[in-house]
């Protein structure tokens, strides 16, 4: 979330941007004037899918290409993390279904005051990597443009220091984005979704500040809970010199490691630059989901004491499955897709045992449902159910509420299910047994 001071500080500029009456103009009709002030770059700009070295030149004719309003909706925010500003991309202005490079280009006239010096507070939200260009010349960006194909990370907020001299001038501002097919997408997917930020370099680095601030706060919770899985799952393994013939602990701590790395890794991609898309995909889609679906499945499957053996092999298989389509990108969505949802039938096994006979059976279906709430976030969204809130301004996502209920309920579940055996093993050394 924004800090408050952080807050104020963007209104208090914003308010000055409009009492200067700051228009921008594709045509450099008008002139942006920026006295500790800053001006959403909304547009108009001009469009165009493909990628042409040339069309970075200040002077190319881009009279016949697309015009693209970013200009957003009064409180419109991202659907992630909260960032202001959000539009929907170019999967939604009539490119379903487009990867790869397109161009944006808009020209404008700028003054500052005295003393001032101009920033640039890059795109918060593009899918996916980006550059900057200010008459020609490169200014910033995310990701890395020196390879055919883009490597891309997340995009992060960014500050780049324009190579403006004197108190005005004209530029013309070109942006290459690359729309990455590693991860498929659809809906409003595609390019710009925040128009990048002109400003006076104090306005920009109070911007910038708060759009890291609230990256940070998005993200915040993935970071957190992943540490309380692990304390959990070295919690579970622990209770096992108590009970060494349950064979619940065992796999719970395989599955809470796992999926803390899941949940962990959203940050790790989010916050910083080490990993790339298709890494980050990899990790996910081939690695970790089918991984955590099978240990799930084999922890529930050995929480009543009479484990089905075919359980355990179905989950083996359809972990197999899911990698698979995982591994294949696009064209294994559908594999991916039907071996999710053939997981339900161990869980769904496991969760009818809980209910005939499992012991704490309200508080072990109550875990059971919170998992299965957070593995299939993608299937309760597509059926239409909410998945993210903005308390406070700061996006949370129902997996994170649900695996708030989960660790506590987890946590006292194990601790009932082992308090026996561990009385039990206290009982002899008791000295008012002696």
Known sequence: MIGRHGEKIAIFFASLSLALALIPCARASGELVLARAEIPLDGPWKFRIGDDPRWVDPHWDDGRWETVDLTPAPGAHDPDVGLEGYVPGWMERGHADVYGFAWYRQRLRWRLAEGGRLVLIGPAYVEDAYEVYWNGKRVGGVGDFSRDEPRVIATRPTLMRLPAQGRSGEATIAIRVYFSPAMPRGGDAGGIHIAPILAEETAG????????TKTFAGYVVDAVEPALMLLLALY??????FAPRDKFYLPLAAALAATAALRANQAVFFWGSFEDIGQFTIAKYTVLEPLILLLWSCAWNRWSGAPARWIARLACLLAVLAAIGGSLGESGTMLRAAARLAFLLPLGMAAWALVRHGPIRFLAFVSLASIATGLYAEELSAIGVQGIWF????????????????IPALALLCHLRSAPKR???????DPAAA
């Open 236 to 241: 579970a393994v622990s209770i096992r010199r």
């Open 423 to 429: 009385n039990a093993h206290t009982q002899p050394n």
């Open 391 to 406: 308390p406070f301004g700061v996006g949370v996502s129902r997996t994170q509420y649900a695996y708030a209920v989960l």
């Open 205 to 212: 680095q109070a911007r910038y500040a708060a759009q890291w």
